[in-house]
């Protein structure tokens, strides 16, 4: 059967530092063709237009999972009742990326970040320099708990509580800098290890 | 198949978040959760799917070794009171012993690994290479062995991912659908895990 294979794609441009722009995905197994989708499939998927997605036709392969890991997604980070602001909610997930060293989450999630907090050339050093930049005192506190967080074993502990503490967020927000880096430790293994980057095609 | 549960989660149970950190009903953290009703719901139906799975399952990956990895996977995270709760699943003791002794032969600290030759290189760490002992994997068969193979990848170094890895599971029988399983296994356990670590931390009074 076609499905018993691995992918390869020995043509690809894989990017070669983390960025901002808008990459594409490869898949290393074969996603499910958009014309097998069942309705448990599109359950699964949530929002219809995922069934573009060579990554979410993939994952549909087991849709129950899909479907309750993508409303986990939406709560931790659309859900706009009080906590953290959106853009910090964006950082602590693009943090977590940048020190795992997915390069695709982090492209998406650091375009968030900048877009929701229009400080775009901060984003950008986190990037460039990794997670020890200094991004200013609260977002240091926040790129710091999300990676003390993301460490294995984790060496997250009251003491980033504190310092969260320190920068002014309440209780809710402090669960959400928790709830969105802890996310990404699951969508970055993901993305990892079922397929690779795309750069863009030079312009 | 090499591990046999004793029991399978009921739907009705406990959310595991909740009972992992010890959130008591009207406490301060079940008031915080309630905030993000989805995100405790979905999390909780996460385990479910991958634990519990409805019918018809989607692939043959066998629930006991689902658990195995688990309790595997939580060991890895030193966090050996939710490798419990997965491994007191397993009805076999000879595959829970196991699991701890690959436990303790496979610890690590993460994240370590490779990215593509360029200028992220000088970021690149070294790190151990697992596979499953000899001895284990007469236990656990050659099937789980690889899937513990590729978990500890996932835990420790996910970016030294390649074709290659996934290649290795489908030579030990394991199916496309049955990978695309395993990885939600092991990545939502790194997100389980790191939340009750968090909300451990947010419950414990400041000095």
Known sequence: MSTESTLTHPGNMHPRSFTQAQLEWLPWLEPLPEDELTERHYAGLVDASRAKSPYFRLLARDPDILGARTRTDKDIFYNPDAGLPRAERELSAAAASRFNGCIYCASVHARFASHFSQRTDVVQRLLDEGVQADLGARWNAIVQASVALSATPSTFGSAHVDALRAQGLDDLAIADVVHGAAFFNWANRLMLSLGEPQAPAAA | ?207
């Open chain 2, 1 to 207: 198949m090499n591990a046999v549960v004793s029991s399978f989660p009921d739907p009705q149970t406990l959310d595991v978040i909740d009972q992992l950190v010890g959130i008591a009903p009207g406490s301060a953290l079940d008031r915080l959760r309630a905030q993000r009703e989805q995100a405790r719901t979905q999390a909780q139906q996460s385990y479910l799917a991958l634990f519990a799975p409805a019918e018809p399952v989607a692939g043959h990956f066998e629930i006991a070794d689902r658990f195995a990895i688990a309790a595997f996977v939580a060991g890895l995270h030193g966090q050996p009171e939710v490798a419990r709760l997965y491994a007191e699943a397993l009805a076999e003791q000879g595959v829970a012993r196991a699991i701890e002794a690959e436990v303790a032969r496979g610890a690590a600290q993460g994240p370590y690994g490779h990215y593509p030759e360029g200028p992220l290189s000088v970021e690149d760490e070294a790190g151990p290479v697992y596979a499953v002992d000899a001895v284990q994997r007469a236990v656990l068969g050659e099937r789980l062995s690889a899937g513990l193979a590729h978990a500890h990848l996932l835990v420790f170094h996910p970016r030294d991912a390649s074709p290659a890895a996934l290649q290795a599971l489908l030579d030990a029988g394991w199916r496309t659908t049955e990978i695309v399983t395993l990885s939600q296994l092991v990545a939502f356990l790194a997100f389980q895990i790191r939340v009750v670590i968090g909300l451990r931390a947010l419950a414990t009074p400041s000095a």
